[in-house]
T-cell receptor, first 111, second 115 residues
Framework: GENVEQHPSTLSVQEGDSAVIKCTYS??????FPWYKQELGKRPQLIID?????GEKKDQRIAVTLNKTAKHFSLHITETQPEDSAVYFC??????????FGPGTRLSVLP | GAVVSQHPSWVICKSGTSVKIECRSL??????MFWYRQFPKQSLMLMAT?????????EQGVEKDKFLINHASLTLSTLTVTSAHPEDSSFYIC???????????FGAGTRLSVL
């Protein structure tokens, strides 16, 4: 089955700097890769996603890149703000299969 | 985005009692619902997947007689933790996806504390 790894497990950046979180997956058939943000005690919220037929997607300060050959995808947050502090989960999915989540990255944006 | 409502948000119960958690999709038909368990500072662990009108599919290691899942309609799934014990204390989160099945929308989660 699918296995998703995520690095780093914790990340601290200064406000205004960029943050990058990387995930790798094992199943080459996976074709959908969402990223979720979970603030303490709250539900995971979808922040951006990418499908396998696209190499990059951007939404304001957030971008995701996908390298299908290497089977990894990354979340990029630019101009970080304190409200970006949260746990971020990547996931991988093959159509008709369940989502497999990475272990999460705790991002702290220091003022 | 779609709204998934989960109740209760927090429940405290005595050991040996059963607790029911509801997950409702408010503005779309949830053909598939997922139940996750999340330990502090850890990722989402899928417990089971349920499709409307059929039996839930449990992940390996999850006791189906302990965690009863019912998905009787396209807008409601329930998780019942039977004879709860302190080790069942955790954060339980449901999610739902529609016919496209591409996106999961999460409920707010239920914090279960078993005394």
């Amino acid at each position: 089955g699918e296995n998703v790894e995520q690095h780093p497990s914790t990340l601290s950046v200064q406000e205004g700097d960029s943050a990058v979180i990387k995930c790798t997956y094992s199943d080459s058939a996976s074709n959908y890769f969402p990223w979720y943000k979970q603030e303490l005690g709250k539900r995971p919220q979808l922040i951006i996603d990418i499908r396998s037929n696209v190499g990059e997607k951007k939404d304001q300060r957030i971008a995701v890149t996908l390298n299908k050959t290497a089977k990894h995808f990354s979340l990029h947050i630019t101009e970080t703000q304190p409200e970006d502090s949260a746990v971020y989960f990547c996931a991988a999915r093959n159509y008709g299969q369940n989502f497999v989540f990475g272990p999460g990255t705790r991002l702290s944006v220091l003022p | 985005g779609a709204v998934v409502s989960q109740h209760p948000s927090w429940v405290i119960c005595k050991s040996g009692t059963s607790v029911k958690i509801e997950c409702r999709s408010l503005d779309f038909q949830a053909t598939t619902m997922f139940w996750y368990r999340q330990f502090p500072k850890q990722s989402l662990m899928l417990m089971a997947t349920s499709n409307e009108g059929s039996k839930a599919t449990y992940e390996q290691g999850v006791e189906k007689d302990k965690f009863l899942i019912n998905h009787a309609s396209l807008t409601l799934s329930t998780l019942t933790v039977t004879s709860a014990h302190p080790e069942d204390s955790s954060f339980y989160i449901c999610s739902a996806s529609g016919r496209a099945k591409n996106i999961q929308y999460f409920g707010a989660g239920t914090r279960l504390s078993v005394l």
